[in-house]
């Protein structure tokens, strides 16, 4: 049982050989309710650089957040953005598993700071959680990666281990991850099939931040701690004391919120530019996701056409797949907007393409088929149309649909029969 209050020294807050894990580590013992941890804090000046960008460059506006950041929650965000990271004993989660290092940094004015809560053993939790619901109770809106998998998930357990409520419960969250796989994940045959060097597959581990830092801005880490090698420094700090193997992670995790920052920053500011801020058919497809995804049908439409290449905003050669994809996008978004004939066109442009896979040219027959049924009055080339939709087998249950459609066309044409003897 923990007991509020136990004092009981453990050799991580004696340190070893005399030294002060809080003075290795550039920080200070912070106390709550007779807890002790250690807090260490940083701040990045404007003129920081992190690669090709500085700190001045991932500024929000001046009220706080920036506009387009409800669409990367799809949620109502609020001023007063926290910007939140862990480091925990285990990378699969669970009841067992705690946060032994809670990353936190803001915007204040044009400096980045950044604020560390180290525990020194689990005795100390309770005081870490209760500094943390303190910074973050004026917190209008927290931003993570991959925080609604593993990491508030994590801090809503420990503070239910305690019988306490969360801060972040209720509030608005932005988790990076989702819309960095709609901009930068590579697509289909577009992503190498390889596993990368940790297991993870090559579309995903593109999408990991230290892949997104080198990218997207020239930064190379130099020295950095693996993430699978992380709890066992801690456990080996809090049996023996000695914190200096803790520095690396503690700025492995600093550069991770300095790259989450820039990385929301970047994203934010991709949106506000619309389909011009994009620097590739990919990036574009994916800003035209996130419009969608927002009702925004205008934004997404031109994004999209951009993505496709029936627009040219100097964007280069689509890949195969995202040519695919914008089209095919476009099509869908077209059709809500009631622009039959431009949708009808890209259909046929992903009929025509090589690259497109079977399942995609059978939504698109099967749409050609309904636009000259029901727009250009041609049953004769919709039924050619739903024919050959038929040839490419069943999909979703629509086997059944395009045969009764043939079968309309055929009484249409005065031509009973003929779809039956085809089969």
Known sequence: ????????????????????????????????????????????????????????????????????????????????????????????????????????????????????????SVTGERGLLLALAGLARDTGTVVTYNGKSFDLPLIETRFLFHRMTSPFAGMPHVDMLHPARRLWRPLGNDAPPAPSRLGMPMAESACRLTTLERTLWGFEREGDVPGYEIPDRYFAFVRSGDARPLAAVLEHNRLDLLSLACVTAHACQMLDAGPFGARSPREALGLGRIFLSGGRLDEARECFAAASGLQAPGLGTPAPMVQVEALRAFALVSRRQRRFDDAAAAWQRVVDLPESPVPIVREATEALAVHYEHRRRDPLTAKSLALQALTFGAGGGREGAIRHRVARLDRKLGTAGTATSLF
């Open 1 to 120: 049982m923990i007991r509020p209050g136990a004092g009981v020294p453990t050799a991580a807050s004696r340190g070893v050989d005399g030294a002060d894990p809080a003075d290795v580590l550039d920080g200070t013992w912070h106390e709550v309710e007779g807890q002790r941890f250690v807090v260490v804090e940083r701040a990045y000046r404007p003129g920081h650089r992190h690669g090709r960008v500085s700190v001045a460059d991932s500024l929000p506006p001046s009220d706080g957040a920036w506009p387009t950041l409800d669409l990367l929650s799809r949620t109502p965000c609020r001023q007063g953005l926290l910007f939140v990271d862990l480091e925990t004993t285990g990378l699969m989660g669970g009841a067992g598993t705690y946060a032994f290092l809670v990353g936190c940094a803001w915007f204040d004015g044009g400096t980045f700071r950044v604020r560390q809560y180290l525990m020194s």
